[in-house]
Structure formats: C-alpha cells, structure tokens
C-alpha cells in the first residue's frame, strides 16, 4: 500500500478558498487513478474529485462541480483539492486516496485501496 499525507485542512468562513495536498513516499501520482474522498459525521464516505492521468481525465461529484479543481504538481508527487466557494456543506474529513483497483465509478471508495489519515475541513457560517 502507499502512504499518504494529507495537509491543508482547517477553519473557514463560507465563500471562502482552500486548497488540500496530499504527498506520498515513493510514489508518483502518474499513473493510475488518484482522488480525493470525504466524509462528515454520520455519513458515508463520498468521492469529491478524482484525477486520472493515463485517461487524461478528471470527474468530480455533482456537489463540487465547479467549485473544486484536482490536480497534480508537474513532478507528480504532489495531488491537489482547490476549493472555492466553500459552503458549511462542505464541513468533512477529507481524505486522499490512491492505488485504484479498477472499476467503472471512479468515484467509489471501494475503488481505492490506500488512504491517507485524513484531514478536516470546517466551514462555518
């Protein structure tokens, strides 16, 4: 499995922008699929964006459509979260993910076999 780092996470005020990074050791994000997930308190974990550089493709939920941009440091060792237009709806664990196992929904969790520990994000207002 692939260690992942998550940083970035914090308190904002609605409207606001935030900008999520996730590292890992030894690991390039060239490859396969990457992305990020989050999950708030009683729910089930989402997929928010995920990057997919062999396919030169992005896919993002419905929710973030717009207002979230994932991508890669030219290096490829470095994935990004840019969020704008936070909303308190957006208050969640976010999680960096890695190692896809294949399967048609990009965005499922089960997807996924490496997960960083995870960084919060609340947005208040």
């Known amino acids: 499995q692939v260690h992942l780092v998550e940083s970035g996470g914090g308190s904002v005020v609605a409207g606001g922008t935030r900008q999520l990074s996730c590292t890992a050791s030894g ?8 992305g990020w997930f989050r999950q708030a308190p009683g729910n089930e974990r ?3 964006a995920v990057y997919c550089p062999v396919a030169g493709r992005t896919e993002y939920a419905d929710s973030v459509l717009g207002r979230f941009t994932v991508y890669v440091d030219n290096a490829y060792t470095t994935l990004y979260l840019l969020m704008k237009s936070l909303s308190p709806e957006d208050t969640a664990t976010y999680y960096c993910a890695a190692d896809y196992q294949g399967g048609i929904d990009y965005l499922s969790a089960a997807a996924y076999r490496s997960w960083g520990q995870g960084t919060q994000l609340t947005v208040s207002g």
């Open 27 to 34: 690991y390039r994000f060239d490859h396969y699929c990457v």
């Open 46 to 48: 989402e997929g928010v």
